[in-house]
């Protein structure tokens, strides 16, 4: 089993940064061989994708929504995974997902991931 722990929500005003962490573990599961995606869902919305990083950290990618904003990174050695979260705006408001995929391979539909985490929530004021 995997188990995906996030961190580091909360409320912030318009402008401001937050950064999110994803702590992995698994008896089973070796971090340095998955790549890791963010998801967001807001409320009355369906959940959709935020960034992702595969799982040498070399290369990253961005919705449309938050490219130039947001930052994935990770560290292979905490098993860790972050996404940094700048010039927030209240449109940024939702429920963050952490998500692994059992391939490994990261993708930006909801069903290429098979791990979740709990979700931590992230407010941004007006």
């Known amino acids: 089993q995997v188990q995906l722990v996030e961190s580091g929500g909360g409320l912030v005003q318009a402008g401001g940064s937050l950064i999110l962490s994803c702590a992995a573990s698994?008896?089973?599961?070796?971090?340095?061989?998955?790549?890791m995606g963010w998801f967001r869902q807001a409320p009355g919305k369906e959940r959709e994708f935020v960034g992702a990083?595969?799982?040498?950290?070399?290369?990253?990618y961005y919705a449309d929504s938050v490219k130039g904003r947001f930052t994935i990174s990770r560290d292979n050695v905490k098993n860790t995974v972050h996404l940094q979260m700048n010039s927030l705006k209240p449109e940024d408001t939702a429920v963050y997902y952490c998500?692994?995929?059992?391939?490994?391979?990261?993708?930006?539909?909801?069903?290429?991931?098979?791990?979740w985490g709990q979700g931590t929530q992230v407010t941004v004021s007006s």
């Open positions: 698994g008896r089973t599961f070796t971090f340095s061989n998955y790549g």
């Open positions: 998500a692994a995929p059992a391939t490994g391979r990261v993708g930006v539909r909801v069903y290429e991931y098979d791990y």
């Open positions: 990083i595969n799982w040498s950290g070399f290369s990253k």
